[in-house]
């Protein structure tokens, strides 16, 4: 079975300039993540889709960030424009839908490594 | 709000030894608690608790969950130096299923 990918593995970009992530989910996982990972912490939720609809977005900072699901498969995550603080690992999850503890389990993609400059 | 802590934050043994981790938590609405490792990439499931006081096994690797006092240990024994990773305890809620992560324990096995 295929994981979830991610692209690119590394981005280095200055601040002020955008960025985007695209990750694909395992299939069949109508629930996809993604997360911000800062060196030292655990990872923190974005924002959570079930299918292309959004369940989640509180921590998702709206002024710069964005993220879509089109078509409930594939998602872009989008930083316009970056700040210096964006510098961490964004990690795609999925999972299946989300129903009960037998759902659960979410299985990551490699991660997008981003430095601001 | 929400809280997951975990303890130590880092730690260093020789291989052979047996670690033991230490997740707490604080949530409204506790769904399940699932471990993660993660080296140089993406997390990887190790296990996913859901009932107080039954152990879960793989290899070396072992969890328990407590409902009553609220939390988890992750218990490794004879360490290898492959088990150098951070450990990851992250709680679920029904609200939607989200993940809440502790700051992760490095454990660090040395030859």
């Known amino acids: 079975e295929a994981g979830v990918a991610q692209s690119p593995r590394y981005k280095i970009i200055e601040k002020r300039q955008s960025v985007a992530f695209w990750c694909n989910p395992i299939s069949g996982h109508a629930t996809l993540y993604w997360y911000q990972q800062i060196l030292g912490q655990g990872p923190k939720l974005l924002i959570q889709f079930q299918n292309n609809g959004v369940v989640d977005d509180s921590q998702l900072p709206k002024d710069r960030f964005s993220a879509e699901r089109l078509k409930g498969v594939d998602s872009t995550l989008k930083i316009q424009p970056a700040k210096l603080e964006d510098s961490a690992v964004y990690l795609c999850a999925s999972s299946f839908a989300s129903t009960g503890p037998s759902t659960d389990t979410q299985y990551f993609g490699p991660g997008t490594r981003l430095t601001v400059l | 709000e929400d809280k997951v802590v975990q303890s130590p934050l880092s730690l260093v043994v020789h291989e052979g030894d047996t670690v033991t981790l230490n997740c707490s938590y604080e949530?409204?609405?506790?769904?399940?608690l699932l471990w993660y490792k993660q080296e140089k990439k993406a997390p990887t499931f190790l296990f996913m608790l859901?009932?107080?006081?039954i152990e879960k096994k793989s290899g070396r690797l072992s969890s328990i969950l407590d409902k009553k006092e609220l939390f988890s240990i992750l218990n490794i024994t004879a360490t290898q130096t492959g088990d150098s990773a951070i450990y990851l305890c992250a709680v679920v809620t029904y609200s939607w299923g989200k993940l809440q992560f502790g700051a992760g324990t490095q454990v660090v096995v040395t030859p």
């Open positions: 949530v409204t609405n506790f769904r399940s």
């Open positions: 859901t009932s107080s006081g």
